[in-house]
T-cell receptor, first 115, second 115 residues
Framework: DGGITQSPKYLFRKEGQNVTLSCEQN?????MYWYRQDPGQGLRLIYY???????QKGDIAEGYSVSREKKESFPLTVTSAQKNPTAFYLC??????????????FGSGTRLTVV | AQSVSQHNHHVILSEAASLELGCNYS??????LFWYVQYPGQHLQLLLK??????LVKGIKGFEAEFIKSKFSFNLRKPSVQWSDTAEYFC?????????????FGQGTTLQVKP
């Protein structure tokens, strides 16, 4: 079945460490997105990519980095510069065209905790 | 700042009560509007969407939403809730500029339905 796979489901990070969250999709979607979900704040966009080898900062990109070397994959690195990384991270993908109604598919998320 | 606002953060209802969750956005121009739901332990999934045409949109599981352009609103309704509707609900807007496909989410509303 087509879908988005995020791994790991739970991740613990020590202070000062970088960690990378995986996101893979087999939907042949051009666009991929990373959101951060915090209680009472909804989903906030970290980074997005509309096409391979290109990505754009979202609203809260500081302390994060991404790459888009393959269409299927959009890993997110949470760097030590991110002051408050403990959160639930959601990856999504979509068709790129406005005319195709931006069908978003979400992954099951990664819960990152700083210990 | 341009944004999406959900008025109710936490709603508690008894089964069979009617539901209305508010959503307002502050973007001018033509926007696309969405409601997503996140059941406990599950992926975010699309409830309904509005792109054009009839401003009253019907979605899955008996939900509907009405787009009122003059009020910049897209409120979600259900005439009679069930215990299984307990979930977090997110309003989202695809802004009118460019063709990025990115969605801006509201803060979310937690709905608790008592049996």
């Amino acid at each position: 079945d087509g879908g988005i796979t995020q791994s790991p489901k739970y991740l613990f990070r020590k202070e000062g460490q970088n960690v990378t969250l995986s996101c893979e999709q087999n939907l042949n979607h051009d666009a991929m997105y990373w959101y951060r979900q915090d209680p009472g704040q909804g989903l906030r966009l970290i980074y997005y990519s509309q096409i391979v080898n290109d990505f754009q900062k979202g609203d809260i990109a500081e302390g994060y980095s991404v790459s888009r070397e393959k269409k299927e994959s959009f890993p997110l690195t949470v760097t030590s510069a991110q002051k408050n990384p403990t959160a639930f991270y959601l990856c999504a993908s979509s068709t790129r065209s406005r005319s195709s109604n931006y069908g978003y598919t979400f992954g099951s998320g990664t819960r990152l905790t700083v210990v | 700042a341009q944004s999406v606002s959900q008025h109710n953060h936490h709603v508690i209802l008894s089964e069979a009560a009617s539901l209305e969750l508010g959503c307002n956005y502050s973007y001018g121009g033509t926007v696309n509007l969405f409601w997503y739901v996140q059941y406990p332990g599950q992926h975010l999934q699309l409830l309904l969407k509005y792109f054009s045409g009839d401003p009253l949109v019907k979605g899955i599981k008996g939900f509907e939403a009405e787009f009122i352009k003059s009020k910049f609103s897209f409120n979600l309704r259900k005439p009679s809730v069930q215990w299984s509707d307990t979930a977090e609900y997110f309003c989202a807007v695809s802004p009118p500029w460019g063709n990025t496909g990115k969605l801006i989410f509201g803060q979310g509303t937690t709905l608790q339905v008592k049996p």
